[in-house]
């Protein structure tokens, strides 16, 4: 794991941040409600002190998905960015792995609420992937690709004028 600062946002660019301290801890959640809030076979979140996070661009909104949790998300994209308790401290935060600047900055280092985990998650290392050369025969079946998303670094302004 990278230390500090890690930066991200969502994939829009409407909501940036950046966080000034190392993660507590980093780890994928099982439970359906991550799935759910995700879109996506597992929560990823690094938990950090809330006062080392500074949004560099935008608000998130919230949405409290139970008693005990509220979760942070782009209003523009979708994008899920945080996890918090809805009436602790405020003194964590969990930010989703996957809208960090360099995910591969922040690896997971546990499992929780894995009597959730969707059962052929473990097999996914065993299904095949296309090769290098399938990969650019599909890409040459469509129309090049204009990306819209925001890059993996800040920018001073977002979208670009075009």
């Given amino acids: 794991m990278s230390g500090p600062p890690f930066t991200g946002g969502c994939q829009c660019g409407a909501v940036c941040y950046r966080i000034d301290a190392a993660p507590r801890n980093a780890s994928v959640c099982h439970c359906r409600m991550c799935q759910k809030a995700t879109g996506g076979l597992f929560g990823p979140y690094a938990n950090f002190p809330a006062a080392a996070l500074t949004w560099t661009r935008g608000r998130r ?16 994209c979708g994008t899920p960015l945080t ?68 890059p993996d670094h800040d920018t001073d302004t977002w979208p670009p004028a075009q």
């Fill in 61 to 76: 909104k919230t949405f409290q998905s139970s008693d005990f949790i509220l979760r942070g998300f782009c209003g523009d």
């Fill in 83 to 150: 996890f918090e308790a809805a009436s602790g401290n405020g003194a964590h935060i969990g930010v989703t792995i996957g809208s960090f600047d360099r995910p591969s900055a922040v690896p997971p280092q546990r499992q929780i609420m894995v009597a959730e985990r969707i059962a052929w998650v473990d097999g996914l290392g065993d299904v095949p992937g296309r090769s290098a050369e399938e990969e650019v025969a599909s890409a040459a079946k469509y129309p090049p690709v204009v990306s819209r998303q925001h």
